[in-house]
């Protein structure tokens, strides 16, 4: 077990930090040797680092947006069969004390095995092409990574170019294949490819629902009202078409619902980032948030992801795997939306999707099956790129300081986060 260290003056606490973007997202990278257990200070800790509960975070590292927040906790596995154990926390820095277990993220996960080699938490890790095996703590499920490595670090530099990020790097791939069910443990929670939706004004929506990462609703946005077309402001906050946030929300609630989620109301789906709600249209022309022509020629698809109150500025790696899976399934509301293809036919292939700050591809291989939740995947992959950003040690106000350097599970709420009462956390 690691121990915090502490300023001179015992004011401040000093943790170990690494800062990595991965994939489209941005986040605080923790060995979990060296931070509390859940439950026992972990979240006040992360809190407390971020700079909650200003939604700026200007007395901590910051990110005002939750691609901004997020966190990976990861550390040698005890498991014979993973390298490492992999938890994600979602932060939301528009509401005072708010975490979350209760999803995982595919673009931070493509960071995991940068930082797990930068620790030195996997050895003898020859040069070359690795395979690196995480077992998600969220979901209980196995993930894999492959990227390039040489002198035991992930490699920087490369050819590989994702939307929302400028430049290119080295690829890493990550494949979610064992995803299925982390949450309700099934592919299809209602056992249909297809279920129907009333909205209270009358209107219905049909939707496909799926359990593979993460939960993901998809609807035919034209059906919906929406053009597919719509782009969130910077921050993620919705532009329009009028009235569109009380209508996701109503429609998030109403799946929630109907996948057996009772606890939410109007007002806490809002704040919950499960299940996404994601727009299909056919493939479209479309100029994106920095105005670059996105020609239908270049996509099979256009799609746009919502959570909490906002819609998502490119396209989470969770939600696009579903989004994959769901698409190489015959008779689903993407599927339904391709050209003939392979794909199409659920003979597998790549599906390449345009979002609001470029595109995403994503290759799968079903095992499709008369009994709809017994389908499963050979591979269902996405690549993305990685890069540490910095690696040094984060400083906390610390207010109730210890006589002696104590073990970092055996410190009180009160040692990290002052501000709020109570911390509310999804799980």
């Known amino acids: 077990m690691s121990y915090f260290k502490h ?120 040069d070359g092409e690795l395979t690196i095996k995480a077992f998600s703590t969220n979901t209980g499920k196995m993930m894999y990574m492959t ?129 996404f709600a994601v727009s299909i249209t056919r493939s479209k022309s479309y100029s994106d948030m920095n105005a670059k022509k996105i020609s239908l020629d270049d996509v099979d698809l256009v799609a746009r992801f919502y959570a909490e109150s906002i819609m998502h500025t490119a396209a989470p790696g969770s939600g696009s795997t579903t989004l994959g899976a769901a698409a190489s399934i015959p008779g689903t509301i993407p599927n339904q939306e391709l050209d003939e293809s392979s794909l199409k036919s659920g003979n597998g292939g790549e599906l390449t999707f345009g979002h609001p700050s470029g595109t995403f591809s994503i290759k799968s291989k079903p095992v499709l099956n008369n009994e709809l939740n017994e389908v499963h995947f050979k591979h269902l992959s996405f690549a993305r790129t990685a890069r540490i950003i910095c690696d040094g040690t984060v400083y906390i106000k610390n207010n109730t300081p210890p006589e002696n350097w104590k073990d970092a599970s055996e410190f009180t709420t009160a040692s990290f986060f002052l501000e709020s009462e109570s911390i509310h956390i999804q799980k």
């Open 147 to 275: 990227l390039e490595v040489l002198n035991g670090e992930a490699m920087v530099h490369g050819e590989t170019q994702i939307g929302g990020i400028p430049g290119t790097g080295a690829e890493i791939m990550v494949d979610f294949r064992d995803q299925i069910g982390g949450f309700t443990g099934k592919l299809l929670p209602t056992g249909n490819l297809i279920d129907t939706i009333q909205m209270n004004d009358g209107s219905l929506v049909n939707v496909t629902i799926m359990d593979l990462v993460n939960i993901c609703a998809f609807f035919d946005a034209e059906e919906f009202g929406c053009t597919g077309l719509e782009l969130p402001n910077p921050d993620g906050s919705l532009r329009k078409p009028y009235g569109i946030e009380e209508k996701i929300a109503e429609f998030r609630l109403k799946v929630a619902k109907l996948i057996g989620w009772d606890q939410y109301d109007m007002d806490t789906i809002k704040k919950s980032a499960l299940p």
């Open 7 to 126: 300023d001179r003056n015992l004011e401040q606490i000093l943790a170990p930090i690494t800062i990595l973007r991965g994939g489209t997202s941005r986040g605080f990278y923790f060995d979990g040797r060296n931070v509390p257990k859940p439950g026992k200070g972990l979240e006040e800790f992360l809190l407390a680092v971020r700079g909650s509960p200003d939604p700026m975070g200007m007395d901590g590292l910051g990110g005002n947006t939750i691609l901004q927040s997020k966190i990976a906790i990861v550390s040698p596995s005890t498991r014979s069969d993973a390298d490492v154990d992999y938890t994600f926390i979602q932060i939301f820095p528009d509401q005072v004390a708010e975490i979350s277990y209760k999803l995982n993220c595919g673009n931070i996960s493509a960071g995991v095995p940068v930082f797990a080699l930068m620790k030195n938490m996997i050895g003898d890790v020859p």
